[in-house]
């Protein structure tokens, strides 16, 4: 009795039928019309620059090129150039610890900041104002402003380790091949962590305030709330975060030419110094543009990866 008076009480669905024969066609035209300038923006400006940087790779292209007009193929001469120069290989090295180490403390850092601010306290909307301003300052800026501060002679960082008697003749931040990298990745994880800081931060404000309140009610620790509420909840913006500081950091090029220019050494040389080396220093731009594809494949196995990972996320609900 009361399964039929539930059904009887249940409002009835409205099917709203679709286009149907001539006005399907023209739905589905005016579709495409609204979508058609975002095709054309991006196979203009990003579709013809990738497929004219492929064929360039296999193209003896250099400056005289530009005045004859003839750039011969050169099959994969410029691939095996590349390949077997040992700065190739150096470089990738370097490109992945630059990544992993800035990502990892810029993640780490940021997370831990963020935290730490969604605790409100008096002045905390002030301070994480003026956290932001590394992230706001011109990357160049910043790394003419780091290279006075690590000067092994003249550096603010020098003198003060001299002051309290840490180092005596100051560390060669910037001129020591075992050095340099590490003096990079710390300057860029400077940079970097108000983003991951803005990003985190807001992605904590959507956790629900009373889940925590629910576990303090369980006798749970704020560890254990932390790895069972606040990481599960927050991965979908820290997989935004880590995918656009990999996007950003693995082709880098503007903080590594004002800090060290790739060296002392080759000590700081990444894909995108390699890159700019050849095409620009070197002129030779077909195997410029080999060492820009393989970062461009490098970046597109990371997208696949985290798309992959994103759609098996939403698949199980997470």
Same mark, same amino acid.
């Given at each position: 009795?009361?399964?039929?008076?539930?059904?009887?009480?249940?409002?009835?669905?409205?099917?709203?039928?679709?286009?149907?024969?001539?006005?399907?066609g023209?739905?589905? +035209?005016?579709r495409?019309?609204?979508?058609?300038?975002?095709?054309?923006?991006?196979?203009?400006?990003?579709?013809?620059?990738?497929?004219?940087?492929?064929?360039?790779?296999?193209?003896?292209?250099t400056?005289?090129?530009?005045?004859?007009?003839?750039a011969?193929?050169?099959?994969?001469?410029?691939w095996?150039?590349?390949?077997?120069?040992?700065?190739?290989?150096?470089?990738?090295?370097?490109?992945?610890?630059?990544?992993?180490?800035?990502?990892?403390?810029?993640?780490?850092?940021g997370?831990?900041?963020?935290?730490?601010?969604s605790?409100?306290?008096? +002045?905390?909307?002030?301070?994480?104002?003026?956290?932001?301003?590394?992230?706001?300052?011109?990357?160049?800026?910043?790394?003419?402003?780091?290279?006075?501060?690590?000067?092994?002679?003249?550096g603010? +960082?020098?003198?003060?380790?001299?002051?309290?008697?840490?180092?005596?003749?100051?560390?060669?931040?910037?001129?020591?091949?075992?050095?340099?990298?590490?003096?990079?990745?710390?300057?860029?994880?400077?940079?970097?962590?108000?983003?991951?800081?803005?990003?985190l931060?807001?992605?904590?404000?959507?956790?629900?305030?009373?889940?925590y309140?629910?576990?303090?009610?369980?006798?749970?620790?704020?560890?254990?709330?932390?790895?069972?509420?606040?990481?599960?909840?927050?991965?979908?913006?820290?997989?935004?975060?880590?995918?656009?500081g990999?996007?950003?950091?693995?082709?880098?090029?503007?903080?590594?030419?004002?800090?060290?220019?790739?060296?002392?050494?080759?000590?700081?040389?990444?894909?995108?110094?390699?890159?700019?080396?050849?095409?620009?220093?070197?002129?030779?731009?077909?195997?410029?543009?080999?060492v820009?594809n393989?970062?461009?494949?490098?970046?597109?196995?990371f997208?696949?990866?985290?798309?992959?990972?994103?759609?098996?996320?939403?698949?199980?609900?997470?």
């Amino acid at each position: 009795m009361s399964t039929a008076v539930s059904s009887a009480a249940a409002p009835a669905k409205t099917v709203v039928p679709g286009p149907t024969g001539p006005h399907r066609g023209r739905h589905s +035209l005016l579709r495409w019309l609204f979508v058609l300038p975002a095709l054309v923006y991006m196979a203009l400006f990003f579709g013809y620059p990738l497929v004219r940087n492929i064929v360039m790779s296999f193209q003896e292209y250099t400056p005289r090129t530009y005045f004859t007009g003839e750039a011969p193929f050169n099959g994969l001469d410029n691939w095996r150039a590349v390949f077997s120069n040992e700065l190739f290989a150096d470089s990738l090295w370097h490109t992945a610890v630059f990544t992993v180490g800035s990502l990892a403390g810029q993640f780490t850092i940021g997370l831990a900041l963020a935290v730490f601010f969604s605790r409100r306290f008096r +002045l905390s909307g002030v301070i994480r104002a003026v956290l932001l301003l590394p992230w706001l300052v011109p990357m160049v800026v910043s790394a003419v402003v780091w290279r006075r501060v690590l000067d092994q002679d003249h550096g603010i +960082l020098n003198t003060a380790l001299r002051t309290i008697g840490l180092a005596d003749g100051g560390v060669p931040w910037l001129s020591s091949p075992s050095v340099a990298l590490l003096s990079a990745i710390l300057v860029n994880i400077w940079i970097g962590i108000p983003f991951n800081m803005v990003i985190l931060y807001g992605g904590l404000q959507e956790i629900p305030r009373q889940l925590y309140e629910a576990a303090s009610l369980d006798g749970a620790s704020p560890w254990r709330a932390f790895r069972g509420i606040t990481l599960p909840l927050l991965r979908p913006v820290v997989t935004v975060v880590l995918v656009l500081g990999f996007m950003s950091t693995v082709k880098i090029l503007d903080l590594i030419l004002a800090l060290t220019s790739g060296g002392p050494a080759d000590a700081t040389q990444t894909l995108g110094t390699v890159t700019y080396q050849l095409s620009f220093l070197q002129l030779d731009f077909g195997q410029g543009a080999v060492v820009g594809n393989v970062l461009i494949l490098i970046s597109a196995v990371f997208a696949v990866l985290y798309l992959r990972a994103n759609r098996a996320d939403v698949g199980t609900g997470k």
